[in-house]
């Protein structure tokens, strides 16, 4: 089992609906990811963050709003998504020092549908 | 930007035999070489990596090789068992797990 839970493992929304996914790891781990991924592709890199900032935003719709509360928890916020949106979203954590202690390590995803 | 190509994109296997899998890269700077095994309804699991200042690692019945010359690096999954089945992404990195880009992932089978 993964150390890095998501809830919750589906959700079906409308384009209207307002939603959030959630992710917690406890593995002391400072640099949490969020990634989309499309069927029978790789993970596309969405948000990263480091120390609880937001250090990376790869050109995310605004659609998109993630939050980091603290060191353990980072949340992605859902409004007025498109149908094209569908996807599994994945949430990440890892160390922040040398790749030698800091793989990424995933979580089991958010199967989420809009219709 | 790092571009990452990934061959084959299919591969079916019968139990006990071998598989490989190839990656290419683009970015010699590139030093870290994750990969990843996805299973159906999981997200990817780390299974191995090799950093740039080594050629070869073993673990049980996988190893990857890395060859920083040509710029490609290969998954060899020896005495495959059907549990192997799944989606393999190798990936590589300048700087770390913050910058990962991945390869458009292998589907194996393992036939029993």
């Known amino acids: 089992d993964t150390e890095v839970t998501q809830t919750p493992k589906h959700l079906v929304m409308g384009m209207t609906n307002k939603k959030s996914l959630k992710c917690e790891q406890h593995m002391g781990h400072r640099a949490m990811y969020w990634y989309k991924q499309k069927a029978k592709k790789p993970p596309e890199l969405m948000f990263v963050y480091s120390y609880e900032k937001l250090s990376i935003n790869e050109s995310v719709p605004s659609r998109f709003s993630p939050e980091c509360p603290n060191s353990s928890l980072l949340n992605l916020h859902l409004h007025a998504l498109q149908p094209e949106d569908s996807a599994l979203y994945l949430c990440a954590s890892s160390g922040t020092g040398t790749t030698q202690n800091s793989p990424l390590h995933f979580g089991n995803g958010t199967r989420l549908t809009v219709t | 930007g790092e571009n990452v190509e990934q061959h084959p994109s299919t591969l079916s296997v019968q139990e006990g035999d071998s598989a490989v899998i190839k990656c290419t890269y683009s970015?010699?700077?590139?030093?870290?070489f994750p990969w990843y095994k996805q299973e159906l309804g999981k997200g990817p699991q780390l299974i191995i990596d090799?950093?740039?200042?080594?050629g070869e690692k073993k673990d049980q019945r996988i190893a990857v090789t890395l060859n920083k010359t040509a710029k490609h690096f290969s998954l060899h999954i020896t005495e495959t068992q059907p549990e192997d089945s799944a989606v393999y992404f190798c990936a590589a990195s300048r700087t770390g797990a913050n910058n990962l880009f991945f390869g458009t992932g292998t589907r194996l089978t393992v036939i029993p």
């Open positions: 090799i950093r740039s200042n080594v």
């Open positions: 970015d010699s700077a590139s030093n870290y």
